[in-house]
């Protein structure tokens, strides 16, 4: 409401003008018995004319009963209009947030739908991009069957020829001298031929595919620290079949004659026996690795053998001047590229699961068939000097 200022300025004179309840005992001064007309300001008490001038309130502030009312009323009247504005701020307020309620309501049934569309669209596109995925995989392992049969049918007439040149060396061999000095340039022409047109075996490598989202999702596991920064050296000794691994801190042989690589090894800081857990290692520098995780109780062995049932490794190694990727349990050659960056390993221990992956390409390298866990298990990590 606005304020009529006429009718309050004739609400406060009336005020002033009516009379004073003579007969109200609160009105009399005990003391000096005469009429309280006055107000002191500083101890907001009523006074008659002597207490105002005595020693106690003569140097407060004093004003006429009336007076000092009708400022009262006006500092309550402009409460009055502060509470009055606040309550209504406050019942606006009050219907935006009955509204908003009601809104969200709305939204939030509205939103659950547009989600859930989203996610069938995600599971429609991943579904589509796994048959896509698969598809690729056909094609290509199709055509590197096709490669490595044209191999075979190249190596086994070249070495037809060479058991021909063989026998053609060996009959220019038993002429007689003059027979084979007439005859020796042609043969051994022929020989360099047939050696110069070896066949080079194939090297059957499949594409790594992204697959979308698979990072994102393994992040949320991430483990800090997840390797100790202590690095121990140590000796790999790698058999020819992949099949032992060996670590020993000491130079003496290992068994089977496998390639002995100087390295250090790294081990987890922690070990794990429940949940799911996301680390990455990084490669970049060094072409012979070996990264995974193995039961916590091997770490503490001088000579550790790392091919348990409860190890789980992803192996980088070089033979003949060729880098191979490789897993153990059981040992299998793994035909993909081998990473040059980040490898990432997940282990979901509570389903027996250990996983490897290409980080720069987010791709799959390979994931170990489900298991049962019995024992912590540790990150590895060894990378070698060739």
């Not at 599971?123 to 995989?137: R, S, T």
């Not at 490669?147 to 037809?160: A, K, N």
């Not at 053998?305 to 153990?328: G, M, P, Q």
Request: hydrophobic share 35%.
């Amino acid at each position: 409401f606005n304020t009529n200022v006429t009718l309050k300025k004739l609400a406060s004179l009336a005020r002033q003008t009516r009379p004073q309840n003579i007969n109200n005992s609160h009105s009399i001064c005990v003391l000096h018995e005469e009429t309280k007309e006055l107000f002191c300001e500083v101890d907001k008490q009523l006074l008659c004319g002597p207490c105002s001038e005595s020693p106690e309130h003569m140097a407060h502030s004093h004003s006429p009963i009336g007076w000092a009312a009708e400022e009262c009323r006006e500092k309550l009247i402009k409460e009055m209009d502060c509470l009055w504005k606040i309550n209504q701020e406050t019942q606006n307020n009050l219907n935006q947030e009955t509204s908003k309620f009601r809104s969200l309501v709305d939204y939030v049934s509205l939103r659950k739908v547009i989600i859930t569309i989203q996610y069938q669209k995600m599971h429609i596109f991943l579904d589509e991009e796994e048959q896509l995925h698969l598809q690729a995989l056909e094609r290509e392992a199709k055509e590197l069957f096709q490669q490595l049969q044209d191999s075979q049918v190249r190596m086994t007439q070249h070495l037809e020829r060479m058991k021909d040149m063989y026998r053609e060396l060996w009959e220019t061999c038993h002429m007689p001298d003059v027979e084979l000095l007439q005859d020796v340039r042609n043969v051994s022409a022929r020989a360099d031929l047939a050696q110069m047109q070896k066949p080079q075996p194939v090297n059957p490598e499949l594409t790594s595919w992204r697959i979308t989202g698979v990072l994102d999702m393994l992040n949320n596991f991430t483990v800090d620290n997840a390797l100790s920064t202590e690095m121990t050296p140590c000796y790999i000794s790698l058999s020819e079949d992949v099949r032992h691994v060996i670590f020993e801190d000491d130079h003496r042989s290992a068994p089977m004659d496998p390639q002995r690589v100087e390295s250090f090894a790294v081990w987890g800081a922690q070990a794990f026996t429940s949940g799911k857990h996301y680390w990455e290692v990084d490669v970049t520098h060094s072409s012979t690795w070996i990264l995974g995780v193995c039961r916590d109780s091997g770490t503490a062995d001088t000579n550790i053998a790392v091919d348990s049932d409860e190890t789980f490794l992803l192996i980088s190694s070089k033979r003949s001047n060729h880098y191979s990727l490789s897993t153990n349990s059981p040992p299998l050659i793994q035909h993909v590229q081998r990473p040059l960056g980040r490898v990432g390993v997940f282990l979901d221990y509570d389903n027996g699961s250990v996983s490897f992956f290409d980080v720069s390409k987010g791709s799959l390298i390979y994931g170990f068939p489900p298991s049962s866990f019995s024992s912590p298990l540790r990150p590895l990590f060894c990378f070698g000097c060739t």
